[in-house]
């Protein structure tokens, strides 16, 4: 893929993605327990970044259950302190899918707006589904904020489109991730949750049996 240009070796990557955590997990998780994921389910996080969804993951299928994470740099998580069913692969998801045919849940936040073929990277979350699995994709809607008020916040999210079409992020209908720390913390707040309030994908794969 395209090289990424939020790269986890930036200064303050860690602490973005920190932020994004604590912003947008809870949401992330009210969307998982309401598809019934539990003890002894098989799960796969595609692009986990600092791992908290992952970890949290692996705490919610328990130890009859597997949570696997995927993403292109693995540099912000220790393998060696990890539970024994969370396990953290490198790879990239437009390439292929992951252990076709064997999720219980495929879930992404915030990733296909970076990668260089939706398409691909679709096909392949979707292959690896189990049947009777569910992929929830969640990712960020840009229409709340592109008519945002005050004038200095729309001044804002002007000059980081700006600059995401600069660096070769797609931002046709979605806004990139790392902005909530460049804002006054209550806007940042605000727009957070408006812009991150509906965007779900829930899409069954074919029944069991």
């Not at 949401?27 to 003890?39: D, F, Q, S, T, V």
């Not at 699995?133 to 200095?152: H, M, R, T």
Request: aromatic share 8%; with cysteine.
């Amino acid at each position: 893929m395209a090289e990424y240009v939020l790269d986890h070796h930036l200064d303050g990557e860690r602490s973005r993605l920190a932020l994004m955590s604590r912003l947008l997990d809870p949401m992330h998780r009210r969307y998982i327990e309401a598809l019934g994921i539990g003890p002894g389910a098989r799960t796969l996080e595609v692009g986990f970044g600092n791992g908290s969804v992952s970890s949290w993951l692996a705490e919610l299928v328990g130890p009859t259950g597997q949570a696997v994470a995927v993403d292109i740099d693995l540099s912000l998580v220790d393998q060696n302190t990890a539970p024994a069913n969370l396990d953290y692969l490198q790879a990239d998801i437009v390439a292929g899918p992951v252990d076709p045919g064997t999720f219980d849940l495929v879930t992404a936040r915030a990733v296909l707006h970076h990668v260089t073929d939706v398409d691909a990277a679709m096909r392949n979350l979707v292959a690896s589904l189990a049947p009777g699995g569910a992929i929830l994709l969640i990712e960020p809607d840009f229409l709340p904020v592109s008519i945002a008020e005050p004038a200095e916040v729309h001044r804002f999210w002007e000059g980081w489109l700006t600059w995401s079409r600069e660096q070769g992020i797609d931002c046709s209908g979605t806004v990139p991730d790392g902005y909530a720390e460049c804002c006054n913390p209550q806007v940042a707040k605000t727009i957070q949750e408006r812009a991150w309030s509906s965007p779900i994908w829930y899409v069954p794969a074919a029944p069991k049996g």
